[in-house]
């Protein structure tokens, strides 16, 4: 399973970046994405998860508090990509932004990292 993130960048605090997930090995739609970050000296923790279209056309959801209210996952199955929306970015957002796949949403909630396939990151820098 091939992920490609982008939409990283420097961005101050209170501005928004819409990151991208893309795969042009495998039929996303078939896999629940999750999207995670790394901050520097700290352990990588789980930030949202999209449920995959095997279940339903309706779309499941989750995020970790930190992000709740500020960040949005979303997929476009045709585009085989699923974003991640961040708006109200802080100086603690700072990170390398990971997606990631799997069967599944982890059923340890949004801040689980148990995924069996891994991009390779984006850096996503919120600085004044």
């Known amino acids: 399973v091939q992920l490609v993130e982008s939409g990283g960048g420097l961005v101050q605090p209170g501005g928004s970046l819409r990151l991208s997930c893309a795969s042009s090995?495998?039929?996303?739609?078939?896999?629940?994405i999750g999207w995670l970050r790394q901050a520097p000296g700290k352990e990588r923790e789980g930030v949202s998860c999209i449920s995959s279209s095997l279940s339903s056309s309706n779309f499941t959801t989750d995020y970790a508090d930190s992000v709740k209210g500020r960040f949005t996952i979303s997929r476009d199955n045709a585009k085989k990509t699923v974003y991640l929306q961040m708006n109200s970015l802080k100086p603690e957002d700072t990170a390398v932004y990971y997606c990631?796949?799997?069967?599944?949403?982890?059923?340890?909630?949004?801040?689980?990292?148990?995924?069996?396939?891994w991009g390779q990151g984006t850096q996503v820098t919120v600085s004044s």
């Open positions: 090995a495998l039929t996303l739609d078939l896999y629940a």
């Open positions: 990631a796949a799997d069967w599944a949403c982890p059923s340890e909630g949004a801040h689980s990292t148990k995924y069996n396939y």
